[in-house]
């Protein structure tokens, strides 16, 4: 017998009615501590032996329902949420790497990730290198024996490139290695990386998970798939571990235990959690999660054939377009939509781009993506102000190329922004 679909989950995987007041909505337990039954419940909680909640920086009935449900919309055996897509990245890492190790990410990534991998990173002594997103020998060929993961994302940012994930994967595997898939830009309901080979699954929920631009969030999704075992290269969940006496967390706990590393280990200790509250803005938004995804979808492709079809833009760059380089993957990993984000290029270069993020009215001008709201960035005049011009082409913001996170928004309304921006820039 099949389970329920993937709309039927989004609203009810992981929440019950609250068994004490019958409240129907997940209550918001605004705590940060929880009361023991007596000594020995205390005891078998801290030593493992038993789930439950010690203190809400490592985990909160909110936060649990919130786990759940993102596991079970990604096909995951357990996920741990965290306080924002950076900390979910942070955490990943703290569990597979030590000092002098290396890990392999595609140079298609939001801008920030690159900044955290290439730059903050270095404080712990992790490195990265960066590889060719549609070339998968070019991770193959920088695998050392300091190797330990591979990162990439489904649907790139800013871009909106869909990668080829099972060859990636496959890398990956052929070298014991875990692929992490970063599904921000898709989500779930537009492609499943677990079902390609991915390994680790993370998130920023700020974005289309939450969905209206309200509440910072994070989540890491365990695929349950990794044989951490196989060698002594991640002792984290391989060997005996001394604050837990002497268990080993992958013999303990199978096929969750990356999942349980991270919460016990990696949040215990870093201490990036949730808020309850920003845990129930999320929920509220995943209910929607379906409806809003195939909007933005639709809206997105009607945007990007109209631009590519207008007097003052140079090109457009989004997956779903027919003609599209990335058109035939996006078709493998996300038959239902290219999503939401994509770029495309002005005649007129930096100045037509200043004018034309100054002259929208529906579009809002911010530093985000994933809202209910249209929202533009022209990266060469904020984001990537500080860079060279030919560092700016190499980064994807060159001097004319303009970012669009296309809303839900009635799409007349937004093309007709769009039009007296054009027609002023």
């Not at 129907?24 to 038993?50: C, K």
């Not at 492609?191 to 509440?215: Q, R, W, Y």
């Amino acid at each position: 017998m099949n389970g329920p679909k993937f709309e039927t989950l989004a609203v009810h995987a992981g929440a019950q009615p609250d068994p004490s007041t019958g409240a129907r909505a997940t209550p918001i337990y605004q705590t940060t501590s929880f009361v023991f039954d007596d000594v020995d419940h205390a005891a078998s909680l801290f030593g493992l032996q038993q789930f439950g909640n010690i203190y809400t920086r490592i985990m909160n009935p909110t936060q649990a329902v919130l786990e759940e449900r993102v596991a079970a919309l990604e096909g995951g055996t357990a996920a741990l949420a965290v306080a924002s897509g950076h900390a979910a990245q942070l955490i990943v890492f703290q569990a597979l790497m030590r000092p002098g190790e290396e890990f392999i990410a595609s140079s298609k990534l939001y801008g920030g990730s690159i900044n955290q991998f290439g730059h903050a990173f270095k404080s712990f002594d992790w490195a990265v290198k960066w590889a060719d997103p549609f070339d998968p020998s070019s991770f193959e060929a920088q695998i050392t024996e300091k190797t330990k993961a591979i990162f990439i994302e489904s649907i790139a940012n800013p871009g909106g490139v869909v990668l080829d994930i099972a060859a990636i994967a496959e890398v990956a595997h052929r070298h014991k290695l875990p692929l992490i898939v970063d599904n921000t830009m898709a989500t779930p309901y537009l492609c499943k990386p677990f079902e390609h080979g991915a390994d680790i699954v993370v998130h920023s929920l700020t974005k289309f998970m939450g969905g209206h631009g309200n509440s910072m969030g994070g989540v890491i999704v365990d695929g349950g798939t990794f044989d951490w075992s196989a060698d002594d290269r991640y002792p984290m969940l391989s060997q005996p571990r001394p604050e837990y006496n002497g268990i080993v967390l992958h013999e303990t706990f199978g096929n969750f235990a990356f999942a349980i590393a991270c919460r016990v280990l990696g949040l215990r200790d870093l201490g990036p959690a949730i808020s309850p509250f920003n845990a129930f803005m999320i929920l509220t938004g995943i209910e929607t999660l379906p409806l809003r995804m195939q909007r933005h979808c639709d809206n997105a492709l009607k945007v990007a054939e109209h631009l590519k079809g207008h007097d003052k833009v140079a090109w457009v760059s989004y997956a779903g377009l027919p003609d599209d380089p990335g058109h035939q993957r996006m078709q493998a990993y996300c038959p239902k939509g290219a999503g939401a984000v994509f770029t495309f290029g002005l005649k007129g270069g930096y100045d037509a781009g200043v004018k034309f993020v100054e002259a929208l009215d529906l579009f809002s001008h911010l530093a985000n993506i994933g809202d209910t709201r249209s929202l533009v960035i022209h990266p060469a005049s904020t984001t990537h102000r500080q860079l060279a011009d030919d560092q700016k082409v190499a980064a994807g913001a060159g001097p004319d190329v303009v970012r669009l996170s296309i809303g839900i928004e009635e799409v007349s309304d937004i093309i007709a922004d769009l039009d007296q921006a054009l027609a002023q820039a």
